[in-house]
């Protein structure tokens, strides 16, 4: 008994340990720009059935606590305002597209964009963005002879237009959002960045405001959705379950030195 007792606490110290990995994650990327916060699915474990008079009605024996799943809040951040033209925000659904150096498609809600010298239009990771091609493809995006150009816009719907010192307004390309049928398929490969995973459901990428697909919002962008106040509420919660866990090892282990100690 006394081992089942413990084996069952052991299980309570492994999710509220993962428990507490979650949150404290979640708190220290409280100013990652475009971040979004995760809350830990709990559920309960059985080992098999409690005897009692009636056959029927026997009861499952609880055997601890396990991590289900870890859920994303993908909910829109705050609006931080930059004044930078090439800062970005999503409002609504959706990713930025952009591809890495090996050629990969990732995904990111982090609108910090910036030209590099070679007029691609580029993450903070270098990584290209895309933009909606002809037939709805995407191809990165890239601005021929940016010194051209005096100052830069982009719309709510995701075109990019360049402005002459004489006034000449130039098309130089649209920006592409993609939004997933299952975004908690989405796996978290760091860098502010996901990767489409088996799970993620279909994928489609479209124009701003198209279809799920949020608008643009330039000179800004999307700050964490994570809620502080919650996040400290549910850290001295699981710090607290954590606790009472390890106690209970600690108590089981008296007892059970005690039986040993007896038998002597």
């Given amino acids: 008994m006394a081992a089942d007792m413990m084996y069952t606490a052991?299980?309570?110290?492994?999710?509220?340990?993962?428990?507490?990995?979650?949150v404290s994650d979640n708190i220290a990327n409280a100013n990652t720009t475009g971040f979004k916060s995760n809350t830990v699915d709990f559920g309960d474990l059985v080992s098999g059935l409690i005897a009692t008079p009636n056959a029927s009605n026997s009861v499952a024996e609880g055997a601890g606590s396990t991590v289900l799943g870890v859920e994303t809040d993908f909910s829109t951040g705050s609006e931080i305002q930059t004044g930078t033209w090439s800062d970005l925000m999503i409002q609504g659904g959706g990713f930025f597209s952009v591809q890495n150096a090996a050629g990969a498609t990732e995904y990111t809600r982090d609108g910090s964009f910036q030209v590099n010298s070679s007029g691609d239009l580029t993450d903070m990771n270098g990584n290209e963005v895309l933009g909606v091609g002809n037939g709805g493809s995407s191809a990165p995006i890239v601005i021929a002879n940016p010194s051209t150009f005096t100052s830069f816009s982009v719309s709510q719907t995701g075109e990019i237009t360049g402005t002459t010192a004489t006034g000449t307004v130039t098309p130089l390309g649209q920006i592409?959002?993609?939004?997933?049928?299952?975004?908690?398929?989405?796996?978290?490969?760091?860098?502010?960045?996901?990767s489409a995973g088996a799970n993620a459901g279909t994928a489609?990428?479209?124009?701003?405001?198209?279809?799920?697909?949020?608008?643009?919002?330039?000179?800004?962008?999307?700050?964490?959705?994570?809620?502080?106040?919650?996040?400290?509420?549910?850290?001295?919660?699981?710090?607290a379950d954590y606790q009472a866990n390890s106690k209970s090892i600690t108590t089981d282990s008296t007892d059970l030195q005690t039986v040993v100690n007896m038998i002597r």
């Fill in 204 to 239: 489609t990428t479209s124009a701003p405001g198209s279809g799920q697909a949020g608008t643009i919002t330039s000179g800004a962008l999307e700050g964490s959705n994570v809620d502080l106040t919650a996040q400290m509420v549910n850290l001295i919660d699981y710090q």
């Fill in 10 to 22: 052991l299980a309570g110290l492994n999710t509220f340990n993962t428990a507490l990995t979650v």
């Fill in 176 to 194: 592409a959002v993609t939004t997933f049928s299952n975004p908690n398929g989405l796996r978290r490969i760091g860098e502010n960045d996901y």
